[in-house]
Structures are given as structure tokens and as C-alpha cells.
Nanobody, 124 residues
């Protein structure tokens, strides 16, 4: 069992940056690929980024490449999402997720555990 708790969301102006963090419980964190998804009001949940269990491989939604960076620290049981040059359309609830697969996963169905989400609001 893995429990995930996101933090770092908030209100930011367009063009600004935010760093989300996800803290995981359990001693097997390093065996899970991790991902970030987001869901805006009235829209479906969408893939943002994913990282392999070693941190050596990452994957991003095409539209977010170059602005968002995912990283992890297995010693701290944590995964991060650095978001830059934020736009109003980045406004969403951001979710952290853990997958038993070792490699980055873009499909939400490949994830076994989910956090409760953290709100990110980007004002224009």
C-alpha cells in the first residue's frame, strides 16, 4: 500500500513558477514509476509527466515539454513537478500517482495509487 500526499499548489500569476511535491509512504517507493496528472473543471484528467523508478527516464505531455520538469528523490520518498512559465490554461487540480510498472507511464489506468490532489490556479 502506498499513500500519496501532494503539496505546493496555490495561486500564481501567469508567467510564474510553482514546484509541486508528492510525499509517499511505504518502504517500496523506489520500485514505483511515478506520474503527475491534472484535471481542469469540466475536463477529463490528463497526463502531465512521468518518471521511472530509478529517475533515469522521463516522459511528458507534448504540450508541456520545456515548461515542466519531473524529478524524484527516492531517499526522501518524494517526487516533484517543477512548473515554469505558467499559463491560465494550466489551472487544474494536480494529482500524483504511483505505478507498479518500472518505466514512465502515460495512461492513468497503469497507476495503482493516487493522491488527493493539489489546486493550482494561474491568474492572467
Amino acid at each position: 500500500q502506498v499513500q500519496l500526499v501532494e503539496s505546493g499548489g496555490g495561486l500564481v500569476q501567469a508567467g510564474g513558477s510553482l514546484r509541486l511535491a508528492c510525499a509517499a509512504s511505504g518502504r517500496t517507493f523506489s520500485t514505483y514509476a511515478m506520474g503527475w496528472f491534472r484535471q481542469a473543471p469540466g475536463k477529463e484528467r490528463e497526463f502531465v509527466a512521468s518518471i521511472s523508478w530509478t529517475g533515469g527516464s522521463t516522459d511528458y505531455a507534448d504540450s508541456l515539454k520545456g515548461r515542466f520538469t519531473i524529478s524524484r528523490d527516492n531517499a526522501k520518498n518524494s517526487v516533484y513537478l517543477q512548473m515554469g512559465t505558467l499559463k491560465p490554461e494550466d489551472t487544474a487540480v494536480y494529482y500524483c500517482a504511483a505505478s507498479r510498472m518500472p518505466t514512465p507511464q502515460t495512461n492513468a489506468h497503469q497507476y495503482n495509487y493516487w493522491g488527493q490532489g493539489t489546486q493550482v490556479t494561474v491568474s492572467s
